[in-house]
């Protein structure tokens, strides 16, 4: 497995992240876009463990979050996001060259991912989506929401405390631990990031025959964050080019849960089942 940063030019900004390389033929490459809040560097061992699977694993910090520029939290404009999201994907075939691409969302970045299917229908080999935002599991007040959307318009990157408790994210006490010890970890949300996303989530919801498959969509069923019946509730509206998996009593971060390993053996399964198809 070989190790590389990366640097990806997007406007005006370069966004950093890393890529895990398998040595040998790979089998494909796998494309990141993380959630809120985080970065790439979380995504280590998810990282080693595809590179070591046969998968490039490739992902950049979003504008706002980790090692990239930004106030913290602020994405931009949708707009700017579907770029990140396009420019991500090649620069994941550039660093595996010849690969098949798959793409691979989490969280906020999952909303992102099932927005950037139907809106922009790509060509890849197939989707991964994880406890994706489309609603919140406990909503924000509906006044909330309409004053943060004036507040969007008016001043887009006012910013705020976006009151995650890290201890939703799993149910290993040691995931919590070092999501609050890590200095690239912040918890703060703009106001046009809360809105762009949520309208995105809502939007997708309403429009799920512009989804093409394969997607793999996972979520555990007690997540307090996002909800899971809305991911259950998409996948049955897409149909059958959609694979629902939802982990009994797994928590928010899948891939960080006490049953990871089940989790990301599942998902490689269905990457090499796609593989060979």
């Not at 700017?80 to 010849?98: D, K, L, N």
């Not at 149909?239 to 989790?263: A, M």
Request: with cysteine; net charge positive.
């Amino acid at each position: 497995m070989i190790l590389r940063e990366v640097s990806l030019k997007c406007g005006r900004e370069s966004l950093l992240g890393q890529a895990w390389v398998p040595i040998g033929e790979p089998k494909g490459v796998v494309c990141l876009i993380h959630g809120l809040g985080e970065h790439v560097g979380r995504y280590e061992h998810v990282g080693k463990f595809f590179a070591n699977s046969g998968y490039g694993f490739m992902g950049v910090d979003l504008p706002g979050h980790g090692r990239s520029p930004g106030p913290r939290g602020h994405l931009g404009s949708f707009r700017r996001i579907m770029e990140v999201v396009r420019e991500s994907i090649r620069e994941a075939q550039r660093q595996v060259p010849g690969a098949q691409c798959f793409l691979y969302g989490h969280s906020m970045g999952g909303g992102i991912v099932l927005n950037f299917l139907a809106r922009e229908n790509p060509s890849l080999a197939g989707t991964v989506v994880t406890s994706p935002w489309l609603r919140l599991a406990v909503p924000v007040p509906k006044g909330a929401v309409r004053v943060l959307g004036v507040i969007s318009k008016i001043w887009p990157a006012f910013a705020q405390p976006n009151r995650l408790s890290s201890a939703l994210l799993s149910r290993d006490p040691e995931v919590a631990a070092r999501y609050d010890a890590d200095p690239l970890v912040h918890n703060m949300i703009t106001a046009q990031t809360f809105a762009e996303v949520s309208r995105a989530g809502e939007w997708v919801m309403g429009h799920p025959e512009k989804i093409k498959g394969p997607l793999l969509l996972m979520h555990g069923s007690d997540d307090a964050i996002t909800d899971p019946a809305a991911s259950e509730e998409l996948a049955r509206r897409i149909g059958p080019s959609c694979t629902f998996r939802k982990w009994d009593g797994f928590y928010h971060e899948l891939h960080n849960e006490l049953g990871q390993d089940k989790v990301l053996g599942f998902l490689r399964a269905w990457l090499d089942s796609r593989h060979e198809s």
